[in-house]
């Protein structure tokens, strides 16, 4: 049987630089600045669903959040990563893949 590898993500609140429309274009990850050389797909994640089935209302904590995967370098390889942004509050977590 061969051993698979699983690389595991690390996550981590990160400052990112948006151009306000399209989204990320740089971010800082474990103490460097990443620039995004490719967007590899870009997806929205409802958040708390189970909360508006129930009653058809929005609620503020439903955590609703855009997601980019992204490839980046600081220089060199290129990186994969996931940049999560919050609807609601606007923060942004980084995962490295």
Do not use: Y
């Amino acid at each position: 049987m061969a051993a698979v590898h699983v690389r595991a993500q690390i996550a981590q609140p990160g400052e990112v630089l948006s151009d306000g429309t399209s989204g990320p274009i740089e971010f800082t990850f474990a103490g460097k600045r990443f620039r995004i050389h490719a967007v590899l797909s870009r997806w929205c994640e409802a958040g708390g669903w189970w909360n508006r089935i129930s009653d058809g209302n929005f609620h503020p904590d439903d955590q609703a959040r855009a997601v980019w995967k992204v490839e980046a370098a600081p220089i060199g390889t290129l990186q994969t990563f996931e940049l999560e942004r919050d609807d609601i509050t606007g923060a942004w977590i980084i995962k490295a893949i």
